[in-house]
């Protein structure tokens, strides 16, 4: 397989990193936002609810 003589080096990584950071901007909105646990649960609907109507 193609991936396994993959080498990542330390150059690599470490623009990986960069990459990865958010901008300011990005890391207000955030933390502005709710997490996952703390939003408001949203009715699922099923299938077969939705052929009744």
Not at 4 to 12: E, N, P, R, Y
Not at 26 to 47: I, S
Request: charged content about 40%; cysteine-free.
């Amino acid at each position: 397989m193609a991936l396994q003589s993959l080498q990542i080096t330390a150059v690599i990584a470490m623009r990986a990193r960069d990459v990865s950071r958010p901008t300011p901007e990005q890391q207000e909105a955030a933390e502005r936002r709710l997490l996952r646990d703390e939003m408001p649960r949203r009715e699922v609907r099923r299938g077969k609810e939705r052929l009744g109507e």
